[in-house]
């Protein structure tokens, strides 16, 4: 469903708290993962060329996104269409953002599901693993 997640940010000195709508993971799905999750931090960096003598390389922004990989088992074909419902119609194929409680800390965060595999789903008797590779939006 959708709620609020207040967030505040920091311009010119000045702070503004702001709540933002968000779409959160469906209370009908786990949450809690089957195996460890894995946590893979994305490039930050850019490399450039230059005229004159070796290239740069500079990070990119202090704003980290973390790769997180995790497992979690459906165990009836109603879950199986609410994910698939979730993604493929709430989140657009997962274009947007949805807010969850991050596996291993427990906070609230806002993921995305990779654009390039975001899931893989398998039969296991008569469940369902539901393997996701999200992004921690920083």
């Known amino acids: ?15 503004a708290n702001m ?10 799905l786990p949450q809690c993962r089957l195996r460890g999750v894995q946590r893979t931090p994305l490039s930050n960096t850019i ?7 070796p290239g740069k390389t500079r990070r990119r922004s202090t704003a980290r996104v973390k790769r997180v990989t995790m497992s979690v088992k459906l165990e ?13 119609d709430t989140l657009k ?21 990779d654009q390039q595999a975001p899931y893989t789903l398998s039969e296991q008797g008569t469940a369902y693993i539901l393997a ?3 992004d921690r939006q920083p």
């Open 47 to 53: 490399a450039f060329g230059t005229e004159v003598g």
């Open 76 to 88: 009836t074909v109603a879950q199986v269409a609410t994910f698939e419902s979730f993604f493929e």
């Open 93 to 113: 194929d997962g274009a947007l953002t949805f807010a969850m409680n991050d596996p291993t800390d427990r906070s609230t965060q806002t993921w995305r599901f």
């Open 132 to 134: 996701m590779n999200l």
């Open 1 to 15: 469903g959708q709620g609020r997640l207040s967030r505040s940010w920091h311009f010119a000195g000045v702070e």
């Open 19 to 28: 709540t933002v709508f968000t779409t959160w993971w469906p209370g009908s």
